[in-house]
């Protein structure tokens, strides 16, 4: 989780005040505490916060390109950066890190505006060329990686969080009623809707293009797309089989970095699944997580701790009480930057602490799973 920011020039020909990217980079530099980089170009000004996984001494963004024309920040992984680095110095190009996301530049190189539909990751992207003055916002096929942009005093300002926007001077603060009554209808509210009037968030799966006195094109790069027809069934074993390839490939994918990355056991089916592929094959992580709250039939204390033997993990717990969520709804609040329905959410913002005080930089969890496997009527 790296924070990214900027400020692009769509028909403001003054200077960028560096001193605004600057406070936009402080209002989140909680998502990026191992260091901080920004450029200033004539028309977009950059600025990063940085968690280090890949090339930890030389993998800082913003990140250009070999004559310094392309400038990229990027928060997220890219999970096949490997198979694209490997064929995009095979077709000449020069790398200056080791980092995942330098692929995205080489790739916007070699295929221009269709770069995106070719990454498999999380991501939120900023890229900038120079050539023909344009500036590019991407957020990931299911939208992991949060990405907020609004328009103002003739700029485009752009951040992983709201709050970093609120800090350029033209941008106002006034509450979005249509995402109230999103609210109020639906499990949460649906992008581009956010609780800000005039704040966007970027949709999964889609791409702003911006220019310079032109308008702001959205396009959608990448939707689910189901088969017309059935397909034939090849019988439980190959789907058994199937399944468990593509999850060890998905988990392995996750857990390359130069530093420890755990996991969470909540005692359902979903962590529990990946908890179970990664003491399976032994990969890259080895500290588990859990919160325990409730009693009775709602205490899943138990499942935790079959799970975190079964797999033999250093265990971190912290048990949640009522009180302790009464008096961190405000924080959740803060970093959501949107209300709450659920106990839940203090629930997951108590554990992420206990992530911060170990040794793990981050954490797989599973969420959102549960349904695919079974796991609820």
Known sequence: ???ICGIYNLNNRNKIDC???????????HRGPDGSGSVFLDDVALGFNRLSFLDLEGGMQP?????GKISMICNGEIFNYQELRDELLAKGHHFRTKTDVEAILHLYEECGTDFAGQLNGQFAIALHDARNGRL?????????????????DGRVIFASEI???LEYPGVERKLNL???DQLMNFPGIVSPTTFFKGIYSLEAGHMLEIS???EIRNREYWDMIYPQEEPEDKGEAYYVERLREIMKKAISSRLIADVPIGFYISGGLDSSVVACFIGKYLMNSGYSFSAEMGEGDLDESRFQKIISECVNSTHYRTMITEREIWENIPNVIYHSEAAVKESYDVAAYLLSGLVSDSPAKAVLTGQGSDEFFCGYV
């Open 19 to 29: 001193g605004v990217l600057y406070a936009m980079m402080t209002a989140i530099r």
């Open 178 to 180: 249509k995402a109230v």
């Open 163 to 165: 709050k970093a926007i």
């Open 63 to 67: 990140i250009q390109n070999e004559d």
């Open 1 to 3: 989780m790296c924070g």
């Open 136 to 152: 590019f916002l991407v957020r990931d096929q299911i939208g992991s990686c949060p990405l907020f942009y609004a328009g103002a």
């Open 212 to 214: 310079a006195g032109s």
